[in-house]
């Protein structure tokens, strides 16, 4: 016989990876958004933000998901009817809500690599902050939204995770025409080179902790 062998890799007890249950997750996270300017302010701007998230397995080492967000923001407000600092009307608090729902794409498949599992995704959905100021014009009303972004899980025990979040997420914007104009004589608000719609980013940085469901 063979007084010794040679094993090549770990042992169970000693590997690296780690096995676990591809079960649903319920996630409660918070974090902040970071708003593209767009040197007036009046779109949506930068707030603290949170949510919930929903993440079922499908294939292989793929979750299907669905996110719904809040963020807290504001927004500044102008009446283009008037001239100079009177057009100013102050900051508004803005509502901003986010919908969305795709595939995230874990890179180590149904294990964790010492604890960890990183992932990718990619999304659709809608962003809304409905609601104007009076004398006003601008509303951003409801637009069609997609994302992409990077993850990080940590699962150390098969059970509960935390997960961190980062990654962009793209909408269209849509600016009155009323702000191309003004008063006999004065600079409007925006110049008539500025683009009257396109699309504007934002970037959400976001930590949450997921508790599995349906075991």
Not at 33 to 60: E, I
Not at 70 to 81: E, H, I, L, Y
């Amino acid at each position: 016989g063979v007084s010794g062998q040679v094993v090549v890799g770990h042992t169970p007890q000693r590997s690296p990876f780690q096995d676990i249950d591809a079960n649903q997750r319920i996630t409660l996270f918070g974090g902040y958004m970071k708003a593209q300017g767009d040197g007036l302010n009046t779109t949506p701007q930068s707030g603290p933000s949170f949510g919930v998230r929903y993440d079922l397995p499908v294939s292989g080492p793929a979750d299907f998901y669905v996110r719904i967000q809040r963020v807290n923001s504001n927004r500044d407000a102008f009446n283009p009817a008037l001239v100079g600092d009177a057009r100013a009307l102050g900051r508004q608090n803005l509502a901003m809500y986010s919908g969305d729902l795709g595939f995230a794409l874990n890179l180590t498949g149904r294990r964790t690599w010492h604890g960890f599992i990183p992932n990718v995704n990619f999304g659709l959905g809608i962003v809304s902050a409905g609601g104007s100021t009076k004398d006003d014009p601008y509303d951003f009303g409801t637009q069609f939204a997609f994302n992409t972004g990077i993850g990080l899980r940590y699962n150390p025990a098969n059970s509960y995770e935390i997960r961190l979040d980062a990654g962009p997420t793209f909408y269209q914007n849509h600016y009155p025409a009323a702000y191309f104009t003004g008063p006999t004589g004065t600079v409007p608000l925006l110049s008539n080179t500025a683009a009257k719609s396109g699309y504007q980013h934002s970037m959400s940085y976001t930590a949450g902790l997921s508790v599995p469901i349906f075991r």
